[in-house]
Each structure stands twice: as C-alpha cells, then as structure tokens.
C-alpha cells in the first residue's frame, strides 16, 4: 500500500480553527452548565439531579462542538 502524501500544515488556518473552536467551546459548555444549574434551582430539583442536568447538556455541547468543529475544518483546511 501506498502512503498518501499530505500537504504542509497552514499555520494561519490551524490558529483560526483552533482559535474559534476555544471560544465557541467555552460557550456551548458554559451555558450547558448553566442551564443545567438554573432548571434545577428553578424546579427545587436537588444537586443529584442537577448534576444529571449538566452532564446531559454538557453531552450535548461536546456533540455539538464536535460537529462545528468538522464544519470549520471543512471551510478552513488545515493542510493545504
């Protein structure tokens, strides 16, 4: 079997994802967290379900910077 041959890295392009993907990344879980926080208080729902709560949606927000960050490699290649 043959090894692909890879293009060089572009620096610019890997700074920007890895740039936007930090700070969409400490958005998506931060509001995870708070929301999982705020509809347990709101609801009396106890720290145990709380906790539940934030881990679900800080599920969600993995998920949903994993698939952000497949969209932003795809418009900003990081190998040329």
């Given at each position: 079997m043959?090894?692909?041959k890879r293009g060089s890295i572009n620096g610019g392009?890997?700074?920007?994802?890895v740039s936007?993907?930090?700070l969409?990344?400490?958005?998506?879980?931060?509001?995870?967290?708070a929301a999982g926080w705020a509809i347990a208080g709101i609801f009396q729902?106890?720290?145990?379900?709380?906790?539940?709560l934030m881990a679900?949606?800080?599920l969600l927000a993995?998920?949903?910077?994993?698939?952000f960050a497949?969209?932003?490699i795809r418009v900003e290649p990081i190998r040329s």
């Open positions: 043959a090894a692909q392009n890997l700074l920007t994802v936007i993907l930090v969409v990344g400490i958005e998506l879980f931060g509001a995870a967290l729902l106890g720290d145990t379900v709380g906790h539940l679900v949606f800080c993995a998920y949903g910077l994993y698939t497949q969209r932003a």
